[in-house]
């Protein structure tokens, strides 16, 4: 069987690996329009402000493909997709034939129209040639903006702040983090900011950058104020990169619709992480999750249900995790419930431990989590939310540091024990 | 592939095997020197209240799954397993703390290290023929064992049945 891979980050790579757990036979050819050994994009802020090496962001060996005995195609973008005779075609004009295609093409950083693109200072975070070029920028800039308030934005702005520089964040909501966490957390979170000097803008825009040549000097925002600095960095969040399938029948809505076996609306071609519509099983709807660890694990399935070892995905759940100043933070699903949709919301704040847990249930589940400062045992809450266990037996226990896998064990037998075992 | 395993109509929840494994993963690695180290030592297992109470403990440390979740999440590469021995193992010269592997372990095995500042786990004590928690254990709840596969009911409450069927129903 000819396998062909677009994209080569985290949902490809994992696809690669669980089809040569179980299959040696199949060709696998892989295409990407980045030029750099597989590396790792959640990783990327940490090379920003020096944390780790350059090296350190492989994370595979450097032999992977060949061990993998992938043809792997660097700095080839895939331009047309012919589904009926199911070929590809490149940029540099070759043709890859495939029996199974699994689209993994990602995301694009949304890029303004008012800021103009390929001025010097003027930067996104989302590949690793973006860092290089901010860590140029970073050497000769003393001031950096942030645009946009969510992870990126504040990973960015952490890792500059790092770096020396003086950082402030232009956030339109009025709040960071809005779509990953409340207001309570929210807070917490611009306080440890504010504790490294780094200033935030809230329901505040960008509207003009001033430059001088080229070169970025100043932005201007919509409550009148000039914030001078040399370096911009614009995090205000993705979009799938569709192109591919503009000239086709796949069904797409924001993002590519998969079912359950990441199949897309053609029976022999898939798609996976960021570019993927899946279902959410916090929400019950559709969505695209770009998120590295759903990427993984949507390669991974995607691989597996591409050389007919079906399996199916429960769906997405949201989820991150951050450390601020020193304090873990990490969030899932549904953690802003609507009113009046019949959430029920359990908080347990310890000010002056720094600690705070809110679990958000609906109908006896488990819809959304956010823990901050104490982290221990955040997976087997989020085992609840995929099993979509009933929890009212032990629902005053939640929020509590003794709960645990013990917790369940008592209550609702052993969960996932034989699944992880024998898989 | 061996597995430490926890009989649980025998934990006490004296929290012997917490100590010994905090100690054998310290510098010293004993127990007088291990509590005076600048960077406190961890316990990679933990002793958990079953229904809440304490009447029933259990002593829980990493599954060494199949296919683990961790290892899928880590964002650095930082966690793999061992095809031979079918442990997981972490490199700690790659741990970032992003604690991704904690957002997903559904057993709540791995640690947060404060002091190293990254995550840590059970490591089946390399260098030694039987993990430390499982030695210092005074009542043999656990055990180091070949194990080839779990029921599905593979951690329930201990009942009365024949010694053929006890070795299947436990942890």
């Known amino acids: 069987m000819k396998i062909l891979i677009i994209g080569a980050s985290a949902a490809g790579t994992a696809a690669i690996e669980s089809i040569r757990r179980y299959d040696q036979e199949s060709s696998i050819v892989q295409l990407s329009d980045e030029r750099h050994q597989l590396y790792s994009r959640c990783l990327l802020s940490y090379y920003l402000s020096d944390s780790i090496p350059r090296e350190g962001l492989q994370y595979r060996d450097p032999g992977f493909h060949s061990q993998m005995r992938v043809e792997l195609h660097e700095g080839t973008r895939a331009v047309h997709l012919d589904t009926d005779r199911q070929c590809v075609t490149c940029d540099d004009g070759s043709v890859h034939e495939f029996d199974k295609l699994l689209i993994a093409t990602g995301s694009l950083a949304k890029f303004p129209a008012y800021i103009p693109q390929g001025m010097e200072g003027v930067n996104v975070l989302r590949t690793l040639d973006d860092v290089e070029m901010i860590r140029t920028n970073v050497r000769r800039a003393r001031r950096a903006v942030v645009l946009g308030g969510g992870l990126i934005g504040m990973k960015a702005a952490v890792a500059l702040n790092e770096c020396g520089l003086v950082t402030s964040v232009v956030v339109r909501s009025s709040r960071v983090l809005s779509q990953m966490i409340d207001q309570e957390a929210s807070h917490f979170v611009t306080e440890r900011l504010g504790a490294s000097s780094i200033e935030v803008f809230f329901k505040t825009d960008i509207t003009e950058v001033e430059s001088r040549g080229n070169t970025l000097e100043a932005v201007r925002t919509d409550s009148g104020q000039r914030i001078p600095c040399e370096l911009l960095v614009v995090a205000k969040g993705v979009q799938p990169n569709t192109d591919l399938i503009a000239d086709t029948d796949i069904r797409k809505r924001w993002g590519i619709e998969t079912n359950a076996h990441m199949q897309t609306s053609r029976e022999n071609i898939y798609a996976a992480g960021d570019v993927a519509e899946t279902f959410d099983i916090t929400t019950g709807r559709h969505a695209v999750s770009a998120l590295w660890t759903c990427a993984v694990q949507q390669g991974h399935l995607a691989g597996l249900n591409m050389i007919g070892r079906g399996k199916a995905y429960d769906g997405a759940v949201l989820m991150n995790s951050l450390s601020i100043g020193g304090i873990p933070l990490i969030s899932y699903g549904v953690t802003n419930p609507p009113e009046g949709e019949g959430y029920q919301v359990i908080t347990r704040e310890q000010g002056r431990a720094g600690v705070y847990k809110k679990i958000v249930l609906k109908e006896h589940r488990i819809r959304g989590i956010i823990l901050l400062g104490r982290i221990d045992n955040a997976g087997v809450l989020l085992s609840l939310i995929q099993r979509r266990e009933d929890v009212s037996s032990f629902e005053d226990r939640l929020v509590s540091d003794q709960f645990g896998y013990g917790t369940l064990v008592g209550s609702v037998g052993a969960p996932d024990l034989a699944r992880y075992h024998n898989p | ?118 995550a840590v786990k059970c490591d089946h004590c390399p260098g030694r023929d039987i993990p430390a928690c499982v030695e210092a254990c005074p009542t043999g709840a656990l055990v180091f064992v070949e194990f080839t596969a779990v029921t599905p009911h593979g951690l329930t409450e201990q009942r009365p049945h024949s010694q053929a069927e006890r070795s299947d129903r436990i942890v």
Do not use: N
Not at chain 2, 7 to 16: Q, S, T
Not at chain 2, 24 to 35: D, G, I, M, P, Y
Not at chain 2, 75 to 86: A, F, V
Not at chain 2, 112 to 118: C, I, M, N, T, V
């Open chain 2, 1 to 118: 592939m061996k597995r430490v395993i926890c009989r649980m109509d025998r934990c006490l929840g004296c929290r012997a095997c917490e100590l010994a494994c905090a100690v054998e993963h310290s510098e010293s690695r004993t127990l007088v020197t291990a509590v005076r180290e600048a960077v406190k030592p961890r316990a990679r297992i933990r002793v958990e209240a079953v229904d809440g109470g304490l009447h029933r403990t259990l002593a829980l440390q990493c599954r060494q799954c199949e296919e683990p979740v961790c290892a899928q999440a880590c964002i650095s590469g930082g966690i793999r397993r061992d095809e031979r021995t079918g442990d997981v193992l972490m490199d700690p010269g790659r741990c970032v703390a992003c604690w991704s592997c904690i957002m997903v372990c559904p057993f709540g095995a791995i640690m947060r290290h404060e002091g190293l500042h990254r």
